[in-house]
């Protein structure tokens, strides 16, 4: 069990039987009245993000969240399959699992997923991946003020804003985490 009053970024708990994610908190004593904490935090299996304030003394169970890295097979249309790396057991799933990460996935590349209770609810890219542009405009030549960009869209089909001299068939390498570009290959 851990207490309200303990309550730290990046703190696990469960509520109502939902895994929840501490984002935020700050510890209150008003000059009159109880202390409290004011606090926010994300529900793990949705994303949704809720602001609460809670006693210091409140209890809940800690939210045991287990991650394995694991590898992108491939997809039948409707699912998505990931093998365990020590075990090569496959588990599928759905495109509302994976929909943040998949745009950044290649067959055979490594992904972070975690668990809660045994079922899979985030699937995370790795930091830094390196695509092949697919689909781009040339750039035009003169229109180099600084900081243009242009959309391309790549290997795996997310589209990424790049500097103007990249073509298609470059390789290059992508910040996941803001779908920035960072350089070519």
């Not at 730290?8 to 708990?13: A, L, Y």
């Not at 939902?18 to 009159?32: A, E, M, N, S, T």
């Not at 009245?33 to 209890?59: H, I, M, Q, W």
């Not at 990424?160 to 470059?170: A, E, Y």
């Amino acid at each position: 069990m851990i207490s309200a009053g303990d309550f730290r970024k990046g703190v696990t708990f469960e509520m109502d039987g939902q895994p929840f994610l501490i984002i935020d908190f700050q510890h209150v004593k008003p000059g009159k009245g109880a202390a409290f904490v004011r606090t926010k935090y994300k529900n793990l299996k949705s994303g949704v993000l809720r602001e609460e304030t809670f006693n210091p003394n409140d209890k809940f169970p800690k939210a045991v969240i287990e991650t394995k890295e694991m590898q992108y097979l491939y997809s039948d249309g409707e699912l998505y399959y990931f093998m365990d790396n020590e075990s090569f057991e496959q588990i599928p799933l759905n495109y509302d699992q994976v929909e943040d990460a998949i745009k950044w996935l290649k067959e055979n590349d490594s992904a972070t997923i975690r668990f809660y209770q045994g079922s899979a609810f985030q699937v995370e890219a790795p930091n830094f991946v390196e695509l092949e542009v697919v689909e781009c405009e040339p750039g035009v030549k003169g229109d180099t003020t600084t900081n243009v960009t242009k959309a391309a869209t790549m290997e795996t089909g997310a589209i990424v804003q790049v500097p103007l001299f990249v073509n298609q068939g470059d390789k290059i390498r992508i910040d996941t985490r803001s779908g920035d570009y960072m350089s070519r290959v």
